[in-house]
Nanobody, 125 residues
Framework: QVQLVESGGGLVQPGGSLRLSCAAS????????IGWFRQAPGKEREGVSC????????YYADSVKGRFTISRDNAKNTVYLQMNSLKPEDTAVYYC??????????????????WGQGTQVTVSS
């Protein structure tokens, strides 16, 4: 079955960096786009970023553009989210998810088919 497991969350000071990882299994990894999402307490889930099956296409929410970078290693069935210049408002549970298509553009940024369990990111001094 499809499985996605996030790791790399934690507590970081404002201005700091974290790299999240998403290890996937149970499907042909390079045939699907992968997205990162986040949900803060009391807020709706937000699509943060997406990367196409080959890694050649990437998309970002305006709130993270220029600070976050998504990448993937298809040999390792893993997607990464490098988060720099973190702000307190980035505090949330971060999820990776398998999209329904190869291309990110085929589906809204905040939609996906299969989800991981999430990893907590807290930005605080």
């Amino acid at each position: 079955q499809v499985q996605l497991v996030e790791s790399g969350g934690g507590l970081v000071q404002p201005g700091g960096s974290l790299r999240l990882s998403c290890a996937a299994s149970g499907f042909t990894f390079d045939e699907y786009a992968i997205g990162w999402f986040r949900q803060a307490p009391g807020k709706e889930r937000e699509g943060v970023s997406c990367i196409s099956g080959s890694g050649g296409g990437t998309y970002y929410a305006d709130s993270v553009k220029g600070r976050f970078t998504i990448s993937r290693d298809n040999a390792k069935n893993t997607v990464y989210l490098q988060m720099n210049s973190l702000k307190p408002e980035d505090t949330a549970v971060y999820y990776c998810a398998r999209k329904s298509y190869y291309y990110c553009s085929k589906e809204p940024l905040n939609k996906a088919s299969y989800w991981g369990q999430g990893t907590q990111v807290t930005v605080s001094s």
